[in-house]
C-alpha cells in the first residue's frame, strides 16, 4: 500500500492548549489580513488559503490533557477576550487560598499563603474539557484536527531543515506484521511544523538531539503529577476552595507536594507531585500519592467519598535556562515540550497559550516574508523574551533546583524567592 | 537516581520504603485499580511502544544496582519483573497496554534505554473532567 502525502501550510503536532491557542490564533491573524486587503485597508497581496493542520495522537481532542488545574487566566484573555461569552468551560473562580504543612499526623495551616501561591482572580479548570473547547473553537475558524494521528518521526530535507511529519502507521500487529487494516502513516509536508507534544516530547526529543537544541542549556528536570477526581457525599470541601501541602509524604530530600482543588457537584482534584530528581530507587510516586491520602487531615477529607477519575503526567519544571532553543529551520516549539511551565506557580496553562500565540505570530510574519528559515523563525525567541513570559519564568528560575540541598533548604530559597520575587 | 548500595539499602527487600502501605480501595488504591480509572486503551496487538532496548540488563545488572525501578516509577503497572516460565529466569513485562502516556520511563529509566514512542493512533487514556 502506497504512502499518502498531504500539503498544507502549518501543521501543529499535539493538540494541547499551546497549539490549539497557536493554530485559532494564525487562523485568525490570516482571516484579518485577508480581509483587510480585500477590502482595501491594507496593501499588498492576500495570503489566500492557509492551510492549517493539528494532528493529535488520542481519540480525541483533551483524551490525553491532564492537568491539577488552577489557570490564570491572562494568556486566555489575550486569545479570546470574550472566553466567558463564548462558552469557555470555566465555571469556578478561587474563593478561597490555604497552605499547609503536613508533619505525620498534623495539618499545620500557613497563616499567609506564599505569594506565587495566591490564586485570587484565577480559575479552577478541568484542563481536558477546557482543551476540548478550545478544539471547537479552532474547528468553528476553519483548522484541521486530526485526532489518532500520531507523530511517528519528522521529515527533514537533505540539509537538515524540517518540511512536515510523518503520522504513525495503522495495523501492525504484535510481531511487526501488517493485518488486514494496515495503512502507512500519511507524510504531511508542511513550510512551518510546530510541535507543542507536552513534557518530554518524542518528536522532540528526536530533533533536539538531532539538531542540538540543548546545547548550552541546563539539562531539563521534570516532576510527576498523580492525581485522582473523587465524588464527596457532602460540601465539607468548599467549591471554589485551592489547598496547596509541603512536607508529609516526602522525604526531606526529595521535591513533593500535594494538591486538593474544589470543583463542582462536590467533586475534589486531588494529586501529588514529586519532583523526578529524587535520589531514593525505591520510592514510587504513585505509592507517596497513596501516603499523602492516608494522612489524618486528608483521610477524613475523603472519608465517605468515592474515587472516580485517575491519570498522571509529568511537567518539565526545570525553567528558563533549562529550556531548548524553540526554533530550527522549519520548526518551532510550543508549550511544555519547550519548557514554558512556571514550576513555582505549579502554573503551565497561561504560558503555554501564549507560547502559542508567539509561535502564530511569528509563522505569519514568515507567511508574509515566504521565509520559512531558521533566522526567520528566531523571530519567535525574541517575541517570547519580549513578553510576560519571561520575567515571569526568570523570577522562578532557581526554585526546583533549590530543592537539590533537601527540603529545608528549598523552602528556604523558596521563601527567598517568595521574597525577593 | 541513586543506587541501591549508594542510598545505604542492605538487603534485597525492595519493598522495604512502603512496608506500612496498604490498598484499601476505600482511600487507596494499587495502580492497576487506579489505572482502571482513566479508561487507558490500546489495541492489544501492535507492537510495544515502550522500546527498551536492552533487556538483558533488567534481571541482572538493574535488578541488582536499582533494584528494577521502572516497576515504582511507573504510575501505571506498565513495567512488570515476573517469572518466566519457559527459562526459569527473571524477565521483564511490559503491559504496554495500561501506559497513560506520562512519559516518566523515558526520562527516569537509569540506564536511559527506554524510549517511548507513541502507539497507534486513539491509544492511550480517555481523560474526563480531568
Known amino acids: ?421 | 537516581m541513586k543506587k541501591l548500595s549508594e542510598y545505604g539499602y542492605r538487603g534485597s527487600n525492595i519493598n522495604q520504603r512502603y512496608d506500612g502501605l496498604r490498598f484499601d480501595n476505600k482511600t487507596t488504591f494499587n495502580k492497576v485499580t487506579d489505572v482502571f480509572h482513566a479508561s487507558v486503551g490500546h489495541d492489544e496487538d501492535q507492537p510495544a511502544h515502550l522500546h527498551v532496548l536492552d533487556t538483558n540488563i533488567c534481571a541482572t545488572r538493574c535488578a541488582e544496582e536499582y533494584g528494577n525501578p521502572c516497576q515504582r516509577f511507573c504510575p501505571a503497572a506498565v513495567y512488570e519483573m515476573v517469572d518466566d516460565a519457559a527459562t526459569g529466569k527473571r524477565r521483564l513485562q511490559i503491559n504496554f497496554s495500561n501506559c497513560v502516556h506520562c512519559k516518566t520511563c523515558d526520562i527516569m529509566d537509569p540506564y536511559q534505554i527506554i524510549n517511548w514512542v507513541p502507539p497507534e493512533g486513539g491509544g492511550g487514556p480517555d481523560y474526563k473532567n480531568m
Open chain 1, 1 to 421: 500500500m502506497e504512502r499518502e502525502s498531504l500539503e498544507m501550510d502549518v501543521v501543529f503536532v499535539g493538540a494541547g492548549p499551546a497549539n490549539l491557542s497557536g493554530a485559532l490564533h494564525l487562523a485568525r491573524l490570516v482571516r484579518e489580513y485577508n480581509e483587510a486587503i480585500a477590502n482595501g485597508t491594507r496593501a499588498g497581496e492576500s495570503l489566500g488559503e492557509i492551510e492549517i493542520g493539528v494532528i493529535e495522537k488520542g481519540a480525541s481532542v483533551g483524551a490525553h490533557i491532564l492537568s491539577g488545574a488552577v489557570m490564570d487566566p491572562r494568556a486566555l484573555a489575550e486569545l479570546m477576550p470574550d472566553y466567558a461569552e463564548q462558552g469557555a468551560p470555566i465555571e469556578t473562580p478561587v474563593l478561597e487560598d490555604e497552605f499547609l504543612y503536613l508533619t505525620k499526623k498534623r495539618a499545620i495551616k500557613s497563616p499567609i499563603t506564599p505569594p506565587p501561591l495566591k490564586n485570587h482572580g484565577y480559575h479552577i479548570v478541568s484542563q481536558n474539557r477546557l482543551t476540548a473547547w478550545l478544539g471547537e473553537k479552532c474547528e468553528e475558524a476553519g483548522v484541521n484536527i486530526f485526532p489518532e494521528f500520531p507523530g511517528a518521526e519528522m521529515l527533514y530535507d537533505r540539509d537538515d531543515r524540517v518540511i512536515g511529519v510523518r503520522t504513525g502507521d495503522k495495523g501492525i500487529d504484535r510481531e511487526g506484521r501488517q493485518k488486514a487494516n494496515y495503512e502507512p502513516g500519511v507524510d504531511l509536508f508542511a513550510k512551518v511544523t510546530v510541535l507543542g507534544e507536552g513534557a518530554r516530547g518524542s518528536l522532540t526529543k528526536q530533533l533536539s538531539q538531532r539538531l542540538n537544541l540543548n546545547d548550552g542549556r541546563e539539562p531539563q528536570v521534570y516532576s510527576l503529577g498523580v492525581k485522582e477526581l473523587w465524588e464527596l457525599p457532602d460540601d465539607r470541601f468548599a467549591l471554589g476552595r485551592v489547598t496547596h501541602t509541603l512536607g508529609y509524604p516526602s522525604d526531606t530530600k526529595t521535591y513533593g507536594g500535594g494538591w486538593i482543588y474544589g470543583m463542582p457537584n462536590r467533586v475534589i482534584s486531588i494529586g501529588y507531585v514529586t519532583g523526578l530528581d529524587y535520589g531514593d530507587p525505591l520510592l514510587d510516586p504513585h505509592a507517596e500519592f497513596q501516603r499523602f491520602k492516608m494522612h489524618p487531615f486528608i483521610a477524613r477529607l475523603l472519608n465517605g467519598g468515592k474515587m472516580i477519575r485517575y491519570g498522571a503526567k509529568t511537567i518539565a519544571a526545570g525553567g528558563l535556562h533549562a529550556m531548548p532553543q524553540l526554533y530550527a529551520d522549519g520548526v518551532l516549539l510550543t508549550g511544555d515540550c519547550a519548557g514554558f511551565l512556571n514550576s513555582q506557580r505549579l502554573k503551565g496553562i497561561h504560558t503555554a497559550i501564549k507560547s502559542g500565540m508567539l509561535a502564530a505570530e511569528t509563522i505569519f510574519a514568515a507567511l508574509l516574508a515566504g521565509d520559512y528559515s531558521a533566522g526567520q523563525l528566531s523571530r519567535y525567541e525574541r517575541l517570547v523574551s519580549e513578553s510576560w513570559i519571561t520575567p515571569e519564568l526568570r523570577s522562578v528560575r532557581n526554585f526546583h533546583a533549590g530543592f537539590k540541598g533537601g527540603r529545608w533548604l528549598g523552602m528556604a530559597n523558596a521563601g527567598l524567592q517568595f521574597l525577593t520575587g
